[in-house]
Structure formats: structure tokens, C-alpha cells
């Protein structure tokens, strides 16, 4: 079962646009974080964000965190086509030892 | 620190086979994760290990999955009478636990191993 419901599920945008993707959870949550995969590839690390934070900077990415809400935001500014990639955020639960992986956001930037 | 490393990177089977992956963590990491993620899902929790002791398996982990790290240090995952159903990529991931109240770990992933049952 996963915890993390992103939306949308797929975007599609043109270079140098701002891509949004939106993360909902369910339970309550030490941290939140977001990877980024390339096709056929693992895993890597963007930005992490702790429950006692409301918002994160990182370069181009801005992430931010309404635990009233259980929702995160990730933006990327200024998109470039080696954004293109899926998306996920992951959750890690007070109390448990793993990340808890959302459905993923794919996004295209086209040129 | 060469990153995560997991072998093979494809593995075709026929159903029915036992395979077994291999997956090398970042050598100062304490802590080694194995995911199975399918077409278009995120990725989906299997098992992990605080150096050698195994500490949690998901409940949807059938018997056929076995896991070990020994010395903590490398760890191979290793499915019996594989299944069409087992066909998906499996993922290692690895990072140092650490101490504060706010558990702030990252993981660092292989690039995985693709598994089909033919």
C-alpha cells in the first residue's frame, strides 16, 4: 500500500515553464521528500522537508509542506528538457524505518 | 564512493527458476533497503537491514523472498520458483541512520535489477 497520492499523474509542458506536482498523505509524518527517476534508471534524491518546516528552497525547486492539510507542493522553476522524468515524493512515518513511495508524477518538458 | 551497485541489470528467467540479485551499498552506510517497483507504480517496500540483522518485511512479502546481508555489508535478494507476477525492477537502497529526534536519512539507489518471467 502506499501513503503518497500525487497529482496529477502525468504533465506536459513547454521548456522554461513552471511544473507543479502535488503530493496528499494520509498519516502523520517526520519528514517528506521528493526523488526524481529517469527512465529505466534508480532513484535520486531532491529535497527533503521535516514536519516542523512549511517550506524549502534548492535551486530550482521549491517544496512546501501543509501538515493541516497532510499536502506538499514541488516547483520547478524555469523547466529544461533534462527535467523531463518521473516524480515521487516519499514519507517517512514517526515510528517506522522505511520511505513510503507516492504513484509518481510523470513530466514531459518539451522543447 | 561509488555509489549504489546492484547486479545483474537485467535478468530474464523462465517461471518456475530461482534468481538471486546482488546489491553493494555505499560502504559507510549502516542501513540496506530492497523495493520492487512496476511499469508505472512507485516504488514498493520490501525489506531492510540495520547492517546484518533484517529488522522488517512487508506483510506482502511471500515466503519465496529471502534477503541477507552478511558482515553488513553487501546483501543479495533471492527469489524461488519465480512467478509472472515477480516480473518488475527491483531496487537497493542504502544510507547511515541517524541520531536526532528529526531522522533526516536520504536513500541513495542502485540503478536496479529488471526482472522478467518468461
Known amino acids: ?111 | 564512493d561509488t555509489g549504489v551497485s546492484q547486479n545483474p541489470r537485467h535478468k530474464i528467467t523462465k517461471r518456475g527458476q530461482n534468481v538471486t540479485f546482488r546489491c553493494d551499498p555505499i560502504s559507510e552506510h549502516n542501513r540496506l533497503y530492497w523495493y520492487r517497483q512496476t511499469l508505472g507504480q512507485g516504488p514498493e517496500f520490501l525489506t531492510y537491514f540495520q547492517n546484518e540483522a533484517q529488522l522488517e518485511k512487508s506483510r506482502l512479502l511471500s515466503d519465496r523472498f529471502s534477503a541477507e546481508r552478511p558482515k553488513g555489508s553487501f546483501s543479495t535478494l533471492e527469489i524461488q520458483r519465480t512467478e509472472q507476477g515477480d516480473s518488475a525492477m527491483y531496487l537497493c537502497a542504502s544510507t547511515s541512520l541517524g541520531t536526532g529526534a528529526y531522522r533526516d536519512e536520504k536513500l541513495f539507489f542502485g540503478s536496479g535489477t529488471q526482472l522478467s518471467v518468461l
Open chain 1, 1 to 111: 500500500s502506499q501513503q503518497g497520492e500525487e497529482d496529477p499523474q502525468a504533465l506536459s509542458i513547454q521548456e522554461g515553464e513552471n511544473a507543479t506536482m502535488n503530493c496528499s498523505y494520509k498519516t502523520s509524518i517526520n519528514n517528506l521528500q521528493w526523488y526524481r527517476q529517469n527512465s529505466g534508471r534508480g532513484l535520486v534524491h531532491l529535497i527533503l522537508i521535516r514536519s516542523n518546516e512549511r517550506e524549502k528552497h534548492s535551486g530550482r525547486l521549491r517544496v512546501t509542506l501543509d501538515t493541516s492539510k497532510k499536502s506538499s507542493s514541488l516547483l520547478i522553476t524555469a523547466s529544461r528538457a533534462a527535467d523531463t522524468a518521473s516524480y515521487f515524493c516519499a514519507t517517512s512515518l514517526w515510528g517506522a524505518q522505511k520511505l513510503v513511495f507516492g504513484q509518481g508524477t510523470r513530466l514531459t518538458i518539451n522543447p
